[in-house]
């Protein structure tokens, strides 16, 4: 599913795109998957955007951390141009947030028997 991207080293990439996976993993914790459904589906990158502004303001709302403006800008270039990269970022936030959810869920139980 990783592409090879000429615009960016590896390491780059990786940055940028762990700070949006991990701030949309935080929705999917939460069981809030309509943004990533439709960053999964859409194949029109302005429709994308306007998902992610949401979502970041959601995210802001609540007090958690959002990406930088960088890291957006960041992906939006790319995107621009490669549009399947958006369907990568959500089922990666999907999976980090659903594994977020579990870890939280062993917790809980785990200080419940104690």
């Given at each position: 599913?990783?592409?090879?991207?000429?615009?960016?080293?590896?390491?780059?990439?990786?940055?940028?795109?762990?700070?949006?996976?991990?701030?949309?993993?935080?929705?999917?914790?939460?069981?809030?998957?309509?943004?990533?459904?439709?960053?999964?589906?859409?194949?029109?990158?302005?429709l994308a955007y306007g998902v992610l502004y949401n979502a970041?303001?959601?995210?802001?709302?609540?007090?958690?951390?959002?990406?930088?403006?960088?890291?957006?800008?960041?992906?939006?270039?790319?995107?621009?141009?490669?549009?399947?990269?958006?369907?990568?970022?959500?089922?990666?936030?999907?999976?980090?947030?659903?594994?977020?959810?579990?870890s939280n869920k062993k917790e809980a139980m785990q200080v419940q028997t104690k």
């Open positions: 599913m990783s592409q090879t991207y000429p615009e960016e080293t590896q390491k780059e990439r990786t940055n940028y795109l762990e700070s949006i996976i991990n701030s949309l993993a935080v929705l999917a914790s939460e069981k809030i998957y309509g943004p990533l459904d439709v960053l999964a589906s859409t194949p029109d990158p302005q970041i303001r959601y995210l802001a709302s609540q007090s958690y951390s959002t990406p930088s403006e960088e890291d957006i800008d960041k992906l939006f270039a790319i995107a621009s141009k490669r549009p399947e990269i958006l369907r990568e970022v959500a089922i990666k936030a999907l999976i980090r947030g659903v594994k977020m959810r579990s």
